[in-house]
């Protein structure tokens, strides 16, 4: 059967009409969009979901009963597998399995929670009447549209208030002491703060007011949010919740106002040591695995002190061979991991002694040459160091003697690695056996004419020959953290090797694979 155009238009135009029409009649709200994805914006009402609980000693059925029975909310309990072993839970509490399963459709959790609101409710918490509703309005009220959590302390102890910034390119999280920004819609004499009970202050009143935060740290709180805040989250659900929830958070711009009302805890008998020990190795493996799943690999404290979780002396180092000079990372829009730049400085500063003391002439080369003139350290996003040095000096260096001897690698003392490069005339000293973050060791000679030369060649663009007049005599440079030998006109040097403007213009090694800008946003680099 032939079709005309005229035919076809109108087919296409009846066709338009009737979903238009079938879009306008399931969301009468929208008419202008059809989004059958779109999770509804729900009924009024809060549902609680209990989240954050270990077995055996969990209290989740008590928990539940509680808020249960509060007029209109439903509880959901949320875990990959039922409570084991199992808890008579109050009727009307369901159990939301997260664990997808091969013989079941996926876990769609957003699709159990109708309220509007919902409350993440860690375990021991004892429901406050009303109190529920009015974080719902503290929420609805705040006059900040970054505030989207809305938190209240569980027991006696106010949690501490953090400032919280996450810094995806560094892999790193940096916390702070919030500074005791309040946030009213009255009189600002009446913020309170401090480890009182609900009781005494837990009026409309007080509610209004409140600290301002990123996250929330040493003590439990229920966090209620919007739902579908909640669930426009790649992690609704990840434990332990508040950590999950304010990392999130952060990276959106979205702040936590802290309430002065606090929920009641419940009493239960002193866990045993070992109970303790149980509990906080469980909540720090959870800590570590939510980190890892975020790709964050530093955390740095409140006090300036360091929480490591990237790669260390004893594992692999955190990222796969480097093919076309472009690390698996950049191509994830990240720079070089904060672990690793570390673990390159240790190597660095290492080597650079080691040679140092043992009178071998030597030199930063290339992209490391490059970084310390511009900003005394590695350049963030780089992969190893690079160091020239004489090769008639390569006897006196003791392990440099050992690997050219033997040919097989040498650990030396301090566990770092010395070895025969297998891909050319070089040397290469190793963070450890595991991690091979390492130093590339170049060794040069003079050729007729006064030239350095060298008989391996990348094809890098750095990669060519300089007059040895760079080199006598030595000049110095401070980088990480040490002062560090190098040509004596440091900028002839590199502008020879990279070009003019190669301090001031940033460029990934390989811009031909990725380019800088295409990471840089509306910040410039460093
Ligand atoms: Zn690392």
Redesign the pocket.
Known sequence: MRITPCQAALAAAIALNLLLLLCSRLLPAAPASCHPRRVPDGVPGVTVILRDFDGPEHDVAATARSFSALPGVPVLVAAEAPPYPPVPLPAGVAVLSLRPEPHRPPPRPELAVRTRHVALVPDGARAAPGLLRRMRDALEAASDGTVKVVAAAVGQRRPRCLTVEVDIKAWTVRYGLADHQSHQQGDPKSFQHGGQQSDQHGDQQSDQHGELCGTLDGAPAVLLLRTRDLFSLPFPLARPVVASLSLQAAARGWRLLLLPAAFPLAPRPPPSPHGQWRARSSLDAQHRALLERFGL?LEVLPDGSRRWH??AKETP??FGTVRWQTPEYLLAGRWT?P??LR?LRATARHVLAQLEAAGVRHWLEGGTLLGAVRLGDIIPWDYDVDVGLYRDDVPKCRWLAAVAATGRPVEDPQGFLWEKAAEGEFYRVHFSRSNRLHVDLWPFYARPGAVMTKDTWLGHRQDVEFPEAFLVPLGTVTFAGVAAKAPNDPRGFLELKFGPGAIENPEYPNPGVRRLAQDMGNKTAR
Do not use: H, L, Q
């Open positions: 690999k990237g790669c180092r955190c991991p672990c690793c673990a």
